[in-house]
Structures are given as C-alpha cells and as structure tokens.
C-alpha cells in the first residue's frame, strides 16, 4: 500500500509540471514573441529640444518583457540628465550606459550597447518618447 503512494506522488508531479510546460508555452512566449517584434520595425525620430522649455520630462516604453520609465531633464535646450526611474530588463541592465550617448550627442540615434539591444532601444523610445 505504501509502495503505490510513493509511486503516485512522483506521477502526480511529473503531470503537473508538464501541465505547467505547456501553459508556459502557450499562453506565455507567443506574448514574448508578439512584444519582442517590436524591435524589428522601431524608428526613432530626431529630437526637437529647441521646442521644449527647461524642466523635468517623464516618457516610458515598453516591448514584451522589457520595459523602462525615465525622467529627462531639459535646461538651455539640451538634456542635461536622465534618470531611469523604472527599468524591467532581465539581462539587458548594461543598456543603462546608453544614456551616456545620448547625452553626448542630444540625441537617440546612437549605437546600442551590444548584448543589450532590446534594453537600449526601450531606452531610447522612452526618452524620445519624454521630449515629444
């Protein structure tokens, strides 16, 4: 009797972990996929500073797993800063040094952080996204 418990019990987890498997698959990555396709038409538009006046500017964006919140701030027609209040990124933390760049160059056509591709553009639109 004791025997047949102890095999019921390893069964009864193996089904539900393979019911688990096929929920994560059919419900979960193709929302992954849809959001991540994002990335492959995304354009970013120049910025337009000289229309904004100083302050602080609050834009977000997100794409499937990923997604940020940042604080731009304006002073003389440049940005000066960027805060990244919220940033859900899984591996792509790195992107972080793209605000560097686009700083550098007051603008959000710079080169992504490789390794990090889908967190930098996140950041980009969220910074365009902040100053339109």
Known sequence: MKLKYLTRVPISIGIAVAALN????VLIFPKLEEGLK??????????????????????NFAAGIVGVTVIVMVSGHEIKSTEIVRHNHGRGKLAEATIASVIENQSVEVIVILG???????????IENATT
């Open 38 to 59: 994002k990335f492959d038409t995304l354009e970013f538009a120049p910025l337009n500073l000289s229309q904004l006046t100083d302050g602080d500017y609050e834009g």
């Open 116 to 126: 990090a591709t889908y967190s930098s553009k996140v950041i980009l639109k969220a």
């Open 22 to 25: 096929i929920i994560v698959m």
